[in-house]
């Protein structure tokens, strides 16, 4: 899986808008970009996944710029309830055999 | 719903006792994982199987063994529990497939104690 880098932290306030992003330079081909929400004692959720442009479902969306080597995670209004660790993951695999290795990801938190 | 169920949600031991997580999942995803994550650290792989009987080593197998005699378990074996490995441990499986092998499902996590 290519490496990827994401701050690792972000504050923000309630009601606003947050742009988490995060650098692939190394991302292959065939390559998704894959994000992942995590809440304190719980396993991490898939939020979203996409593989350029943009994607948007009712969590969340997901730019890609035309070079890949870049995704932003939109969250659109967050709320307290959105404080969480969010993940960003590259890979893809068309075998059996993906070793799902994650970075250190970015600790949101939201203010009220 | 996909399902992945951890054996227990709080673990204590002592050192030196053996000890087995268990992970079964619903879905009959070929690939299974194990992961631990300590404050800090984030998820670190310790060991992954994307087949019955096949494991492959993650990034810190050191301590740990792996089972996977049927597709829907997955079980991760500590032979002599050791304090370091307190840790909070997850399980995790995903389906193969050139777009899905990324979206993976987690388990509710093991949080287990050795004293």
């Known amino acids: 899986l290519a490496k990827t880098t994401q701050p690792i932290s972000m504050d923000s306030y309630e009601g606003q808008e947050v742009n988490i992003t995060c650098s692939h330079n190394?991302?292959?081909?065939?390559?998704?970009i894959t994000w992942y929400q995590q809440f304190p004692s719980q396993g991490p959720r898939f939020i979203i996944q996409?593989?350029?442009t943009k994607v948007t479902n009712e969590v969340a969306s997901l730019f890609i710029p035309a070079d890949r080597k870049s995704s932003t995670l939109s969250l659109p209004r967050v709320s307290l309830s959105d404080t969480a660790v969010y993940y960003c993951?590259?890979?893809?695999?068309?075998?059996?055999?993906?070793?799902?290795?994650f970075g250190g990801g970015t600790r949101l938190m939201v203010k009220p | 719903d996909v399902k992945v169920t951890q054996s227990s949600r709080y673990l204590v031991k002592r050192t030196g006792e053996k000890v087995f997580l268990e992970c079964v999942q619903d879905?009959?995803?070929?690939?299974m994982f194990w992961y631990r994550q300590d404050p800090g650290l984030g998820l670190r792989l310790i060991y992954f199987?994307?087949?019955?009987?096949?494991?492959e080593k993650g990034d810190i197998p050191e301590g740990y063994s792996v089972s996977r005699e049927k597709k829907e378990r997955f079980s991760l074996i500590l032979e002599s529990a050791s304090t370091n490995q307190t840790s909070m441990y997850l399980c995790?499986?995903?389906?193969?497939?050139?777009?899905?092998?990324?979206?993976?499902?987690f388990g509710q996590g093991t949080r287990l104690t050795v004293v």
């Open positions: 995790a499986s995903t389906p193969i497939g050139f777009r899905k092998n990324t979206e993976a499902f």
């Open positions: 993951l590259v890979g893809a695999n068309n075998n059996a055999g993906n070793m799902l290795t």
């Open positions: 199987s994307y087949d019955v009987k096949m494991k």
């Open positions: 190394n991302i292959a081909t065939n390559d998704y």
């Open positions: 879905m009959d995803h070929e690939n």
């Open positions: 996409g593989y350029k």
